[in-house]
C-alpha cells in the first residue's frame, strides 16, 4: 500500500507560477497529476514513468512541467503561467503495477491517490 501526501497548492494571480510536491511513502512505476474543477470530471494533468518519460494534456504544453526524484519517492509539477482555467483541486496519482502507457489520461489507470491540493488562479 503506498500513500501520496500533496503540498504547494494555494492562490495566485493569473500568469504567476506554482510548484505542487506529492510525497509517495513507497515504490511507484507510472506517477501522474489529475485536476478537477467544480462541477467538472476529473481529468488528466501530466504523468510521468520511472525512467523520465513524460506526457502532457495539450491545455497545459508549455507552461507545466512535471518532473520526479525517485530516491526521496516524490513528484513535482512546476506549473508556469497560471490561468484562472488553471482552477481546481489538484490530486497526485500513482499505479505500481506497470509503466505508464498511452492511457496515462485515465483516472482508473491508477490505483494509489493522494487527497488532493486545491490552486486558485485569480484574473
Known amino acids: 500500500q503506498v500513500q501520496l501526501a500533496e503540498s504547494g497548492g494555494g492562490s495566485v494571480q493569473s500568469g504567476g507560477s506554482l510548484r505542487l510536491s506529492c510525497a509517495a511513502s513507497?515504490?511507484?512505476?507510472?506517477m501522474g497529476w489529475f485536476r478537477q474543477a467544480t462541477g467538472k470530471e476529473r481529468e488528466g494533468v501530466a504523468a510521468?514513468?520511472?525512467?523520465?518519460?513524460?506526457a502532457y494534456a495539450e491545455s497545459v504544453k508549455g507552461r507545466f512541467t512535471i518532473s520526479r526524484d525517485n530516491a526521496k519517492n516524490t513528484l513535482y509539477l512546476q506549473m508556469n503561467s497560471l490561468k484562472p482555467e488553471d482552477t481546481a483541486m489538484y490530486y497526485c496519482?500513482?499505479?505500481?503495477?506497470?509503466?505508464?502507457?498511452?492511457?496515462?489520461?485515465?483516472?482508473?489507470?491508477?490505483?494509489?491517490w493522494g487527497q488532493g491540493t486545491q490552486v486558485t488562479v485569480s484574473s
Open positions: 496519482s500513482a499505479d505500481d503495477r506497470v509503466s505508464c502507457d498511452r492511457y496515462y489520461y485515465l483516472p482508473v489507470r491508477y490505483n494509489y
Open positions: 513507497g515504490y511507484t512505476i507510472c
Open positions: 510521468i514513468a520511472s525512467d523520465g518519460r513524460t
